[in-house]
């Protein structure tokens, strides 16, 4: 497996990614960000699979920014396939949610997300987050060997 350098931001809801998108390039965080709107897009991403059948499966992303509540498979199944499985267990991932539910937060740990980030609902908050995870898991965090 090799680090693609890229960001995978699984979010279905278009505001959202926006200041994500527009957070990330306000502090120069250049990484490819790849976008897909529910979890089974997500793992078709990450195994390369259905739609996205011809992307390099051993590129895999250096970090993964996972909503919870997603369309057609949700955050908590897409982190359990993807800690389950060899090819993308070591991936950070961190929950990027609007959810403020405690057991939200325990099963994104208990299933092996490493971080857990509820979204903030001001704008100013929402970039400042965005931001701070883009230099933190990309320029301060050291992966694992590939």
Same mark, same amino acid.
């Given at each position: 497996?090799?680090?693609?350098n890229?960001?995978?931001l699984?979010?279905d809801?278009?505001?959202d990614? !926006?200041?994500?998108?527009r957070?990330f390039?306000? @502090?120069?965080?250049?990484?490819q960000?790849? +976008?897909?709107? &529910? %979890? +089974?897009?997500?793992?078709?991403?990450?195994?390369a699979? %259905?739609?996205h059948? &011809?992307? &390099?499966?051993?590129?895999?992303? @250096?970090v993964?920014?996972?909503?919870?509540?997603?369309?057609?498979?949700? %955050?908590?199944d +897409?982190?359990r396939? +993807?800690?389950a499985?060899?090819?993308?267990?070591?991936i950070p991932?961190?929950?990027l949610?609007?959810?403020?539910?405690?057991? &939200?937060?325990?099963?994104?740990y208990?299933?092996g997300?490493?971080?857990?980030?509820?979204?903030?609902?001001d704008?100013?908050?929402?970039? !400042?987050?965005?931001?701070?995870? %883009?230099?933190?898991?990309?320029?301060?965090?050291?992966?694992?060997?590939?």
């Open positions: 497996m090799n680090r693609a890229t960001i995978l699984v979010e809801n278009a505001d990614e !926006e200041l994500t998108l957070a390039k306000k @502090s120069k965080v250049l990484n960000v790849e +976008v897909v709107r &529910d %979890g +089974v897009e997500a793992l078709d991403y990450l195994f699979t %259905g739609a059948a &011809d992307r &390099d499966p051993k590129a895999i992303p @250096s993964i920014l996972l909503d919870l509540k997603l369309p057609k498979l949700g %955050g908590l +897409v982190l396939r +993807v800690r499985d060899e090819r993308t267990r070591r991932v961190v929950v949610t609007s959810s403020n539910e405690e057991k &939200d937060i325990l099963s994104s208990g299933l997300a490493n971080s857990f980030v509820r979204k903030p609902v704008f100013a908050q929402f970039m !400042e987050a965005a931001q701070q995870l %883009g230099l933190y898991w990309l320029v301060t965090n050291e992966p694992p060997p590939s």
